[in-house]
Structures are given as C-alpha cells and as structure tokens.
C-alpha cells in the first residue's frame, strides 16, 4: 500500500490540503489504520504548538511580530505602485480559457497515471529483525522504531525467536564479556 | 479567512516549522531513569554518562540517540556470572520487552564493571516530558547459580541456560587439554572458528501480527517438521508443521511428549530449514508458551503464531522441508536441561547451530590474546 507522504498527512491535519488531495487522502485514510495514527499525532502536535513560543532561548513572539510587520510593509508598498490596468480580472479571456484547459488535461493525466496500483505485500504488525545494515537489532511498527545497536562489533550472532524474539549476541570489544542485545515484542 | 489572519497562519507555521527543524539538541537531564532496589546486589557507582547522546528532528519524526555508560559494583558476597538489564521506552507505543544482557563475567565483590547501552528511539510526533528511557535489574546470577531479581523477562531460566552451556563447554574444552595438551586445545579452537566462520547465515525477519498475503509468493502448504532426536531428552518431539509459501513460513505448531518421571514446565525447540540446495539454516528457536505445564508422561502441542521471513544477502530464501529438535527444558522445580556436546555432534548440530555464548567468549580470547590466555582462562572457573 503505498502511503501518502508526511507533508500531506500534516497538511490534511491541519485542513489546508486542496479538493483532490483531501479526497485521495480520506479514501487513503478509510482503509489504513496507520496514516489513521499518523494523522492523530499531528493533530496532537497542532494542539501543543503554541507551547513552542514559550521557548526561553528563542524570542519566537518577537520574531513573529518583525515577520507581520515586514509582511505588512511590502503589502502596502505593493499597492503603493500597483496600476489599474494590473487590477483586471484575471479569470477573463483567451489566455484564462488555455490556463483552464491545461490544468484540466494535467490533472486528469494525473488520475490516469495515479490510477490505484495492485498492493504490494507489507508486513502488518511488528516486525522484529536484523538492522539492513547489520548495526544492531530493531523492532518496527509503521514509522516507529526500537533499535539496540552493537557499535564496533564483531562475529554477531543473531537469533529469531518464533514468539516474536531477536537476539544480537557479541563479544564486547573493550570489555571482553558477552553482550545479548533482545528485543521482544511478545 | 481574512489576509490578516492567513499572514497570521503562515507565520505561526513558519516558525513552528522552524522550530521542529532546530530541535537536535543534547538529552535533557532525566531523559534516563536507571533505578536498582536498595536490596539489589549491584549499585551505580558515580554518575551516568550519556556521552553524544541527542534527542534530534527528522522531517515529522523525531529521533532519540542514546549512547550509555555505567559503572556498576557487586555489592554481594558471591561472584557475580551473569545479568541483565531492561530497557524500556513509554514512548515507543509497540511496547515491547528489550533487554541488555551480559553474560561471561566472573565478578567479585565489591569489584566494579562497566555496562553500555546504545539504543535509538524513532516516533513520528513530539515526545512527552518525564523519562524517554526506563533501565532497571532484571535480574542477577551468581557464581553457584541462585538468582536475585524480579525475573519478568525470564532471565532466570535465559541466564542459568547460557551457564550450563557454558559449564558444558569449558568442560570438554578441559577435557581436550588434559587428554591432547595444548596443541590439541589449540586444534579444537581453530576447528571451532572454521566451523563458525562456514556456518550458513539467514537473515530473519520476525512478523508479529495480521496475517500477509502476496501475490508472488508462491500458494501456502503444509510443511511437516522431521524430528532430530537427543537419546537423553526429557522430552520427545513427536511430530508437527508449519504453514510455508516461498520464503514465509508461519505459524510452527510440534507436539512434545515429557517421558521423564518430572513435571516440566518450559520447553524450547530449535528450528532447522532447508532451501532447494538442501543446505540447513537456523531459522529460529520456538519456545512453549510461559503457561506450560507438562506432567510425566503427557504430551502437549507447542506453537506460535508469528511469521518468518527468511533471506539471504538480500534474496529469497524458498522453503523446502524444516526439522526440529529440543533445545532447552526446564522442570517444575525450575532445574534445566540442554543437550549435551555429543547430542550436538551426533546429529551434525554443531555445524548448524552458532556457538554458544560461552564458545563464543573463548574464541574471540583466544583470537585476541592466544592459547595462554585460554588456558589460563579455563583454569580460573
């Protein structure tokens, strides 16, 4: 199943994704329990935004205040210099009815081209394993991770356990003791 | 939305953009709870250092760095052999039981050792307050095999395992250099790291959870196990099966026989694969559920509901027929039994099966330091 990226999962929190997107997404979301997780944990993290302006290192309050401002100023410049004729419609004419038409071609090539494709096997649950770089031993469950690493080892010896079980077992190089990394999700 | 309010909103979320981006900062003081009873018989001597450890932002998803040293001191009376630790993180959802274990030590009282921890901590949103990591005793063995700890990850019966095994290994190691001096004690070890170093390797992956299906796998069957019998077992395997297609197999289920005159109640099988080429693999060891209990003469089924996924340097490893033997017993009265070296050898175990952590000690001292310091080592225990 192929999910949709962080940003639109944030974007769709926050209720600023366009028509299309926010109907791919909902009919993503209907069947994916985890973007379903996903979407609810930055739901969490909007609600704990404006915590962040109580940051003591970083005068947040300020720095918004000199953005407003700065934005306010280029607006006024703007229509300090703008003309009439720049105040015509932009919705009007040949050129307008060409726009239409690309978008309209673009976006349908697009349904075409993002036509659902057959599912790909994924594991569901949590998968306990090796490291695809042999660096330690994880256990994962959609975008959350555990891993216990063995950094400069050497000779590991991994074990699966068929309860839900891996075991990373090494002789520690400065020490000389065995060291058993486990990760059970049991 | 009025203009005002959409500059409002795209400045608030440029800076809180802005913010999540700069968090890679060092651990938070309290971000690691490590807490011993005040019984324990070991302690934390001095302070903990976390090192370079960073809590840091990556995209959406925040990520923890943990680089952990300890000193820790046995405050017993009796020499410390073995023991592990258990690390927890509340903010990893999936839970989990993770532990470090150290096995091989011969510490004595009040003698210190260090310990280090290197974990990570992946999520997607931010992190509460309070501690991201909990690490606490599970459990300590000593010299003469009793156990002190709360034991919730069976560390007791892990532990006293890796000690018989180890006690088996030293002995016939022993046995090698009283019988054929150190020459042949020198042969067995560079037997030992051949073998280790020509044993077939899988990489498996552990699948907890929905059944999958796929499309290119190949149609699912019944693989029946073939039984690998140990003449002094105090269980017999009597038969079982997993489900297999291509490179899945899942759910293992073997019946077990206790025909010792003893109630058990844990048992462990290991189990072998073979791919088309007819090379054997250890794919995984199935252990009986922790409610077991066999009295003499009863049978009982053994099974798991995982999946496991086995590759090879990255390509599918096919199925093509799996056995099983008994790996690990232990009684009522909590005393174990493993198979013994000649069980291993006569069955060409000792090929597959990986070396056990005491071997695996032995070896690397004798790489590192040579057959003096082997020898010298065997004579300490």
Known sequence: MRHPNQATLALHAGGDLGAMARWRTLRHLSRCEQCRVEIAAYERMRSVLPDLAETPEIPWNRL??????????????????????????????????????????LVAAGITLERPAPVASEAAGIVAEATPGGAGIQMREGRQALLLMHPDARSVTFTAGAQGSMEARYVDRETGYITVNTIDVD | MSIKGGYRLWAVSALASAALLAQDQPLAPGAVSIKFPTDSP??????????????????????????????????????????????????????????????????????AFPVRIEMRLMRPSQMAGGALVDVNLD?????????????????????????????RDRAYL??????????????????????????????????????VTSAALAAERTEQFAMLEFPDSPIEALG??????????????????????????????????????????LAASVPAPDALYLPAGKTASVE????????????????????AFVSKVQFADGKLWVPSRQDLESTALVKVLPPSAEEQRLDSLYLTKGLNALVEELTKF
């Open chain 2, 240 to 281: 079982g099966w997993a489900r297999v297609a291509g490179n899945e197999a899942r759910a293992p289920r073997i019946e077990v026989r206790n025909r010792s005159a003893q109630a058990v109640r844990f048992v462990e099988l290991g189990w072998l694969v073979r791919d088309p080429s007819g090379q054997q693999y």
């Open chain 2, 139 to 167: 459990g300590v063995l000593f010299q003469d095999l009793s156990f002190w700890g709360p034991d919730r990850l069976n560390s007791r019966r892990t532990l006293t395992a890796w000690e018989m095994q180890a006690q």
């Open chain 1, 64 to 105: 918004a205040a000199e953005m407003t401002a700065n934005i306010r100023l280029g607006l006024a410049a703007g229509e300090c210099v703008r003309t009439a004729a720049e105040r015509r419609s932009p919705v009007t004419g040949f050129r307008a009815a060409v726009a239409f038409a690309s978008i309209a071609a």
């Open chain 2, 304 to 323: 798991q509901e995982t999946a496991l996924r086995l590759t090879r340097n990255g390509q599918q490893v096919n199925i093509k027929g799996a056995s």
């Open chain 2, 42 to 111: 070991i302690a934390l001597l001095g302070g903990v250092s976390t090192g370079d450890s960073r809590v840091s932002a990556r995209g959406a998803a925040l990520i923890l760095d943990l680089h952990l040293a300890l000193t820790l001191q046995n405050t017993s009376g009796n020499r410390i052999h073995g023991l592990t630790l258990r690390v927890v993180s509340q903010e990893v959802t999936l839970g989990g039981k993770n532990s470090v274990s150290l096995f091989g030590l011969n510490i004595g009282p009040r003698e």
């Open chain 2, 174 to 211: 022993k046995r090698v250099l009283a019988q054929a001096g150190p020459e042949g004690l020198r042969r067995v070890m560079i037997d030992s790291l051949a073998r280790e170093s020509a044993r077939p390797l899988l990489d498996v992956a552990v699948l907890r959870g929905p059944a």
